[in-house]
Nanobody, 127 residues
Framework: QVQLVQSGGGLVQAGGSLRLSCAVS????????MGWFRQAPGKERVIIAT????????SYSDSVKGRFTISKDNAKNTVYLQMNSLKPEDTAVYYC????????????????????WGQGTQVTVSS
């Protein structure tokens, strides 16, 4: 059974930075493509960043492109989301997710292909 445990998050002023971490149990973490989603109050959960299991491919939503960076440390079984130049509209609950299906090394999963989730962590950006 795969478990995803998130850390990081909190309150930050606009323009600031935060880093989210997601530690993943399981011996085959290096075969998991990973993603970050967020859900703002009253809105649906949306995908914002994904990374292939090898780390060679990434994808970002337009809303975070150029400001957020997803990375994966297979030695530490951890995926990160570095968030810079934060805006009030980035306020949301953030979730990491794993795609447990083994795919091509450069394959970036679609939102519906993630099947294991972290517990969520609140990020609040004040203006």
């Amino acid at each position: 059974q795969v478990q995803l445990v998130q850390s990081g998050g909190g309150l930050v002023q606009a323009g600031g930075s935060l880093r989210l971490s997601c530690a993943v149990s399981g011996r085959t973490f290096n075969t998991y493509a990973m993603g970050w989603f967020r859900q703002a109050p009253g809105k649906e959960r949306v995908i914002i960043a994904t990374i292939s299991w090898s780390g060679e491919s990434t994808s970002y939503s337009d809303s975070v492109k150029g400001r957020f960076t997803i990375s994966k440390d297979n030695a530490k079984n951890t995926v990160y989301l570095q968030m810079n130049s934060l805006k009030p509209e980035d306020t949301a609950v953030y979730y990491c997710a794993a795609d447990l299906t083994i795919r091509g090394s450069a394959y970036v999963p679609q939102a519906t292909e993630f099947d294991s989730w972290g517990q969520g962590t609140q990020v609040t950006v004040s203006s």
